[in-house]
């Protein structure tokens, strides 16, 4: 009889081990992608925004086998810990996800901004852009290695990207104020700057559930915002 709990209890372990590893390639493949947008932004290449805008099916298709993953092991009737382990996989992937579409929204705005002549504040965009990916890749390694603190060191981080959000977000509003001709070019920046300030709410998220596997309902710490753009 202990040799068939045993069995049951490694092979319940090994299938939470397969569902860790796949939210964790999901999230470096969002990670990578939206790598690859900043990197056709600056480069200006249609192209390549395309394939990116395309390989954003296959993070799709990843969060559906996590789905399938986790409703596998939920009616095996998990308890507490266990429990928290499949609440966590399904709102993370699903986080993981929408990164992945804001990464490929900022591919397809890339190819609307090459219609106009190059803008000085695309080195602010990249620069709010590479915070976010960091958040990015820092709140995947903090969920594999289920690392409250790594996470919350994620989430407080978060202010920093809002300030940084709402200081490129004012320069493009002077910027079009000034000159009308940039209305165009500088409203896909506002777009692209707040898919990125969105992506960096999803590493927020993903960096609570963290905190929530760990420690289940204990309350987390108060966090500073800083996103001044509606005020």
Same mark, same amino acid.
């Given at each position: &009889?202990?040799? !068939?709990h045993?069995h049951i !209890?490694?092979?319940?372990?090994e299938?939470?081990?397969?569902?860790l590893?796949?939210?964790?390639?999901?999230?470096? &493949?969002?990670?990578?992608?939206?790598e690859?947008a900043?990197? !056709?932004v600056?480069?200006? #290449?249609d192209?390549a925004?395309?394939?990116? !805008?395309?390989?954003?099916?296959?993070?799709?298709?990843i969060?559906?086998e996590?789905?399938?993953?986790?409703?596998?092991?939920?009616?095996?009737?998990?308890?507490?810990?266990?429990?928290?382990?499949?609440?966590?996989a399904?709102?993370?992937?699903?986080?993981?996800?929408r +990164?992945?579409d804001?990464?490929a929204?900022?591919a397809?705005?890339?190819?609307?901004?090459?219609?106009?002549?190059p803008?000085?504040h695309?080195?602010?965009l990249d620069?709010?852009?590479?915070?976010?990916?960091?958040?990015v890749?820092?709140? +995947?390694?903090?969920?594999?290695?289920?690392?409250?603190e790594?996470?919350?060191?994620?989430?407080?981080r978060d202010?920093?990207?809002?300030t940084?959000?709402?200081?490129l977000?004012?320069?493009?509003?002077t910027y079009? &104020?000034?000159?009308?001709r940039? +209305?165009?070019?500088?409203?896909?920046?506002?777009?692209?700057?707040?898919?990125?300030?969105? +992506?960096? #709410?999803h590493?927020?998220?993903i960096?609570?559930?963290?905190?929530?596997?760990?420690?289940?309902?204990?309350?987390?710490?108060?966090?500073e915002k800083r996103?001044?753009?509606?005020?």
């Amino acid at each position: &009889m202990n040799q !068939v709990h045993d069995h049951i !209890v490694k092979s319940y372990d090994e299938e939470q081990r397969r569902l860790l590893d796949e939210i964790v390639r999901m999230g470096t &493949m969002a990670a990578s992608q939206l790598e690859a947008a900043l990197d !056709v932004v600056e480069r200006r #290449d249609d192209k390549a925004a395309e394939r990116i !805008v395309a390989n954003d099916e296959a993070i799709d298709a990843i969060e559906r086998e996590i789905d399938h993953g986790v409703m596998k092991l939920a009616l095996r009737g998990p308890m507490a810990r266990d429990l928290r382990t499949v609440l966590a996989a399904l709102k993370v992937s699903s986080d993981i996800e929408r +990164i992945g579409d804001y990464a490929a929204n900022v591919a397809k705005r890339s190819c609307a901004l090459n219609l106009s002549p190059p803008l000085p504040h695309t080195r602010g965009l990249d620069a709010l852009g590479r915070l976010a990916l960091q958040q990015v890749r820092d709140v +995947i390694v903090a969920y594999r290695d289920s690392d409250a603190e790594a996470a919350q060191r994620v989430r407080n981080r978060d202010a920093e990207l809002d300030t940084q959000y709402t200081g490129l977000f004012r320069e493009l509003l002077t910027y079009v &104020m000034e000159d009308a001709r940039s +209305i165009t070019p500088c409203t896909h920046l506002l777009f692209m700057a707040k898919n990125l300030e969105r +992506i960096g #709410d999803h590493a927020t998220n993903i960096a609570e559930n963290i905190w929530f596997l760990v420690h289940g309902d204990e309350q987390l710490p108060p966090r500073e915002k800083r996103d001044a753009t509606n005020s």
